[in-house]
């Protein structure tokens, strides 16, 4: 069946393409930016038309800010998490850059809140080193981190300071026995519990930028739980972190198509969920970062440096 996700997902997609541009939440459902981000993203992995991708790349830039940044809603201008999406969703898109360029500079320029480390301080993380929030005016974590480095990465950023530091926060967020949650490692003195969405982030963020050996607890975290996986985020970003060392799944067809069948006991999954879901299982046949942007531009000149 691996040989025909990519037809799975143009089918599933199509009926959640908006005609005045962007992509709904669900079949029939209302625009978000979240779910147009992830769904260029799989629907462009999947091999589908730019042609028809740029309507809705369209629609992102409609929706940026002045300052650069992505927003969910225009009422919440402080969660501009889907700001490093919106990057790796215009790539290849000639009409886009400019506005990804925006985007560059503004996570290049934005970071979480942080702060030294007290000595009577709960959390055993470094609360200094700067990755990224999911909302602005809070503390990093991981997946928003994770995001923000891949994204940055794929634009040629991946020697900029802002970037270097985000994957020392990485390293410094996981877990002593291997793995990642949002962002936490020792509280009271004991070791929190991993997640496979957390981990799976971090690892497809970390892949070619440091040695296996300092992620090979993590990835051997993941590879324990993947199979015991059945959730379309969880899965999604355990197959996309596995993909990224070359480690995807024997069984990773299966687990796609057992995850895909729980919508007849759930319902249809929300489109973001899905594209993540479907991202996944096309890293079973490429490389995982290649499958969450192009790598055709990292060797022209960022947008963001020649402005």
């Given amino acids: 069946m691996r040989s025909s996700f990519a037809q799975i997902v143009q089918g599933e997609l199509s009926g959640r393409l908006l005609p005045e541009g962007g992509i709904a939440d669900h079949p029939r459902g209302q625009f978000r930016v979240d779910a147009t981000v992830w769904g260029i993203l799989a629907f462009r992995a999947a091999g589908g038309d730019q042609a028809i991708l740029e309507n809705h790349c369209a629609r992102l830039i409609r929706e940026q800010d002045k300052d650069g940044r992505v927003w969910i809603h225009q009422e919440h201008s402080e969660s501009y998490w889907p700001t490093a999406l919106a990057i790796l969703a215009w790539q290849n898109s000639p009409p ?16 979480g809140v942080h702060r030294p480390r007290r000595s009577d301080e709960l959390a055993q993380h470094d609360p200094l080193i ?9 503390h990093s974590w991981i997946e928003p981190t994770a995001l923000g480095v891949i994204a940055l990465t794929a634009t ?7 970037v270097r530091e985000a994957i020392r926060m990485m390293l410094d967020r996981q877990l002593p026995h291997g793995g990642w949650n949002a962002g936490n490692t020792l509280a009271f003195g004991k070791e929190l519990h991993p997640n496979p969405e957390g981990t799976g ?12 050996e300092k992620v090979a607890r993590s990835i051997a975290y993941l590879q324990g739980e993947v199979d015991r996986l059945g959730t379309p985020i969880s899965l999604g970003w355990g197959l996309l972190g596995l993909a990224a060392w070359d480690l995807w799944p024997s069984n990773g067809t299966t687990l796609v198509e057992r995850c895909l069948a729980n919508q007849s006991r759930y319902g249809d999954y929300d489109t973001s969920a899905l ?7 096309l ?3 490429r490389d995982a970062k290649t499958i ?7 060797n022209q000149t960022p947008a963001v440096l020649s402005q």
Avoid: N, Y
């Fill in 201 to 212: 982030a971090a690892l497809t963020g970390l892949a070619g930028v440091v040695g296996q």
């Fill in 156 to 162: 040629g950023h991946e020697q900029h300071d802002r």
């Fill in 275 to 281: 594209c993540l879901l479907f991202l996944g299982a």
């Fill in 96 to 111: 886009s850059q400019a506005a990804q360029g925006r985007a560059i500079r503004f996570l290049l320029e934005t970071t």
């Fill in 130 to 138: 700067k990755g990224w929030p999911w909302i602005g005016g809070t």
């Fill in 292 to 298: 969450m942007f192009s790598h055709s531009s990292r």
């Fill in 283 to 285: 890293a079973g046949e």
